[in-house]
Each structure stands twice: as structure tokens, then as C-alpha cells.
């Protein structure tokens, strides 16, 4: 994934936290029911009406596509006009799961241009493809969702939903994009068990002063801060309850909930809470070695920009509380097929 130019791929956990987390925060879906004691985190969210028209009847001038799900496929030259919507060509149909809008997905793909020019293939590297559909270009997000595990499919991308009239990397602007992608794995269906929330340890670590975090593990936490509390100059992560359930790994996509704010202002603080769970990959944000059910606090200075008049901006940072209420391995395994 690493090399993937589609994803627009975050630098950080605390970058990535605040774009998931605003999101999951104003984006209209129906509400998680949250009274069940285990359950499962769904990407499958209320209909979304700005998003683009999808055609997926498999029709009209696709480039020609050889090789079966797992083989390396090859991509011909696209003949005539490009289409002009997303359009998705069924090459294999698979037997897993129905793939959300927002699912964390593992995939193997390759990337073409409308003229048959070859720009990357995650086949070539023997290494799969992860990331959010929620962090991605549109082509992907809506085109993929809906598909299910164990699909093979053929995607036209329109500019308008890739990468419009900017170049990015070896693509040119304006371009057309053609991929072939096997859905190996989707994290949709992470099972939560809420007892690995409401049994959590609190631990000693501290806050830095000022700093107060209230609510029992597993119901959602408020923030509040001292009358003229210092911003901190250093980035933290603190464990304040340490989960009772399993430890995650580099392969596992992890479910959590999230309120965010600046420091020192509660009332502008944003929560997922009342949204079903956000999925994310383990490293992405530096989630390796905790525990299923562990709530932690990220703060994180924000950069002052130097200005050669005016008196300097005053300090500020973010404050993040994250709750970690699901984790699931995905590592390639034949589930997909």
C-alpha cells in the first residue's frame, strides 16, 4: 500500500484521527444501536445523495481484462470514448461479504490508463493493498462499495471522480483510469464485545495538567480542562484504561470511537459516538501492542507558522480521546475466494 498513488494516504495517526473523525462526526447516517452487549461494526451507512452515479451492469466498452482472481492480470488499450460514469465489470464473482462504503479493505490491484499504459500493480509486489474507502479517491469508494469479498472486478474511473485536471505522480491530468482489483478481505463485520470496554484497568499514566477525562469504559467519555491550562510543546498518547481483550498485531484492522477538540476548549469537541464504529489499520494509528477495549488520549501540538511581523499566534493543539472496541487479522487467507 505503500506505493499506491489512488490512496490519499494520511502521514500520521493524528492526522489521520481528525480527518476520520470530523467525518464520522457531520456525515448523516443512521444511528448505531449501541444497547446490544456484543455485536458488529458496519460500514454500511445510510444512503449518501451527493454521491456519484455508479453503472454497474457491465456493459459497453471496457478494456479487455485476461487472468483469473489471484493471477496477474493484463489490461488492453480502451477502444473509443472513455465512459463517463464509474463503471464496474464483474470479472469473478465472489462469495464473502457485501463490501460498505466505508469498509477497511485489503486488496491486490493494477492500475492502467485508458490507453493501456501501465502504472503500478500491487501483484508485481507480492504485497496487498490496504486502506479505509474512506481514503480514497471517489472512483474508488463508490465503485468498490456494494461488491463483495471474493470479486474480481474491472473499474473505470472517470477524472471527475480520480483525479480531475491534476497530475498525480505518473498520472497526467485528466485522466482516465482503468484497474482490475480481487477483494481479498473487508473489516465490516468486526465483532465488538463490549466487555472488553466495561472491564478495561485504569492505569496510572497521567494527563498532562489540566487535562480532565470522565466516563466509565465503554460509554462515552467528556473532556474538560483546568482555567489556564498550559498547551503542551510535546505530543503525548496516553493509556488511561488498558482493554481486557486481545492484543493487536501489524495485520489487524481495529474499530474505535473517537471525540475530538482543541485544547483547552471542550465545548468545540466533535464525538463519533452516536455513529456506528470507524475502522482503521493497527499501524496507521500506532495501535500495535494495545488492547481490544483500551481508551487512549492523544494530544498534539499543532506547528505555529513563523511570521516576521505581528506578535507570534498563541500555542495550540488537539486533543483526541480514542476508543479501541474491535480488532480483526487481515492477513491474506482463502476466505476470500
Known amino acids: 500500500m505503500k506505493n499506491m498513488t489512488l490512496a490519499r494516504r494520511v502521514s500520521s495517526a493524528i492526522v489521520a484521527l481528525s480527518l476520520v473523525v470530523t467525518v464520522a462526526a457531520c456525515s448523516p447516517t443512521e444511528d448505531a444501536n449501541q444497547s446490544s452487549q456484543s455485536g458488529s461494526s458496519s460500514s454500511h451507512e445510510a444512503p449518501d445523495p451527493a454521491a456519484p452515479e455508479v453503472d454497474r451492469s457491465g456493459k459497453g466498452e471496457f478494456p479487455k481484462v485476461t487472468g483469473k482472481f489471484g493471477e496477474k492480470p493484463t489490461i488492453a488499450a480502451g477502444s473509443g470514448d472513455p465512459m463517463e460514469k464509474i463503471s464496474v465489470k464483474t470479472l469473478t464473482q465472489g462469495k464473502g461479504p457485501e463490501v460498505g462504503v466505508s469498509d477497511y479493505l485489503l486488496v491486490n490491484y493494477k492500475l492502467a490508463l485508458w490507453d493501456g499504459t501501465e502504472i503500478e500493480s500491487s501483484f508485481d509486489t507480492g504485497k496487498p493493498a490496504s486502506f479505509s474507502l474512506d481514503a480514497v479517491i471517489p472512483g474508488w469508494k463508490y465503485g468498490l462499495a456494494t461488491q463483495h469479498v471474493g470479486d474480481r472486478v474491472e473499474l473505470v474511473v472517470p477524472p471527475k471522480w480520480g483525479y480531475g485536471d491534476q497530475a498525480s505522480g505518473p498520472i497526467p491530468a485528466g485522466s482516465t483510469l482503468v484497474f482490475v482489483i480481487d477483494i481479498l478481505k473487508s473489516a465490516s463485520d468486526i465483532t465488538i464485545n463490549e466487555s472488553d470496554s ?3 484497568t485504569k492505569t496510572d499514566e497521567k494527563l498532562p495538567e489540566g487535562v480532565e477525562v470522565t466516563g466509565k469504559p465503554g460509554e462515552e467519555p467528556t473532556v474538560a480542562f483546568a482555567d ?5 510543546t510535546e505530543g503525548s498518547m496516553v493509556t488511561l484504561y488498558k482493554g481486557a481483550g486481545r ?3 501489524a495485520n489487524d484492522a481495529v474499530a474505535y470511537r473517537a471525540v475530538v477538540g482543541p485544547f483547552g476548549n471542550a465545548d468545540s469537541f466533535e464525538s463519533s459516538w452516536s455513529k456506528p464504529p470507524m475502522t482503521v489499520g493497527a499501524a496507521d494509528l500506532q495501535l500495535v501492542g494495545k488492547t481490544v477495549g483500551t481508551r ?5 501540538p499543532r506547528r ?8 507570534a499566534p498563541e500555542p495550540s493543539a488537539l ?3 480514542v476508543d479501541i472496541v474491535g480488532a480483526t487479522d487481515m492477513s491474506v487467507d482463502s476466505s476470500a475466494e
Open 198 to 200: 466495561t472491564k478495561a
Open 228 to 232: 489556564g491550562a498550559k498547551v503542551p
Open 247 to 249: 492484543e493487536i498485531t
Open 296 to 300: 487512549l488520549a492523544v494530544i498534539q
Open 304 to 311: 505555529v507558522p513563523i511570521q516576521k511581523e505581528g506578535p
Open 319 to 321: 486533543v483526541w480521546i
